[in-house]
């Protein structure tokens, strides 16, 4: 026997809510123009540069509350002007300075999301959508470094990274950002009066910074005899302080940018074989701001290494074996405030191990 069970959905697919609550729909288009040059002073090479960058931003949203289509529109003229310096004294060495500008425009989901109310008490309502008004988040960036390689395959680098941001924004555009309530003018809605209407949409922050160090080194060792001579290895490590404004003036350090990063390598070839191991670290980080109960979500640092070995036996066979994970450490682990584990989310993926045999003919 078979059995049919029917659930009649004509109500629901008749709904336009049911059918569009969750439209969005943009069109954003792009035009820029650019001028750079190339100057030689010697040791000494200067590339200044100048671009404008226009944008055009249309968004079509559902409006839950008048069961239609609305639409807004954003634009943004952006001036990015750059300077890059060069600088070589001897061989085997650079010293790098650039001055840019940069900015980042805001998500379509912010600009325009669809339109919902809320009625409070005293007769006052509350409509929450996107806010074509966002400005791009700006900064200026600042980097600095120096570069040195040797004749037996040696590498080294230090550098050092400024940036200067305004009217920040965070949470990847996955959400309408830093939404606060801001009375209107508009006291009539939907055909209703009301003794309070504000609005709520999502705004600015305000200034930031960036500060970082990062020091990169590499030795191959082929100065040594025989099969010693097929040793390398390296690392690179990163510090850096971040701080911005997520707005009135509530300061914290950037999402997602953690404090340390770091990576360890050693390399092996000789003949036909090649083996590398890699060790990664990821400091702590913030990754939602006021998430819980005014914590910020943070994660834990996260570790993880992994193993690749080859050998090549001519004649287009080559066998490769690779472990991700070795170790089997945890792959994310996040929880409510930055000293407790409260509410922990662990991420837990064990190592993955791919083994190939491979001709080529």
Known sequence: ??????????????????????????????????????????????????????????????????????????DYNEWLPSLFVNYRPETGGVYRASLTRAYMRPAMVQLGNKTTTREGDNNSLTISQGNPDLKPLKSWNLDLSGEWSNAEGGYAMIGAYYKKLSDYMYDNGSTQVNTGETPTNLLTYNGKTYDRVSL?????????????????????????????????AGANFTRQWTEVDIGKGEKHPIQNAPEYLANVKVNYAWRGL??????????EAVIAYNDVAGLELWTRPVKRTDLHAGYDFGKGVKLDLSVSNLFKDYSYWAHVGKNSLAINDIVDSGSTTLLTLKYTY
């Open 1 to 74: 026997e078979i059995f049919y069970t029917y659930f009649p959905m004509a109500t629901a697919q008749a709904d336009p809510e049911y059918m569009n609550g969750n439209t969005l729909k943009g069109d954003e288009n792009v035009s820029a123009a650019y001028v750079t040059g190339k100057y030689d002073f010697g040791a000494l090479e200067v590339i200044p540069g100048l671009r404008f960058e226009h944008t055009d931003i249309k968004n079509t949203y559902w409006n839950s509350t008048k069961k239609t289509f609305e639409s807004n529109s954003t």
């Open 200 to 232: 709520s949409h999502p705004t600015n922050g305000g200034e930031g910074t960036v500060k970082g160090l990062e020091v990169q080194l590499y030795q191959k060792f082929g100065m040594l005899p025989g099969w010693l001579s097929g040793f390398g």
């Open 274 to 283: 090649t083996v590398d191991l890699t060790h990664n670290y990821t400091g």
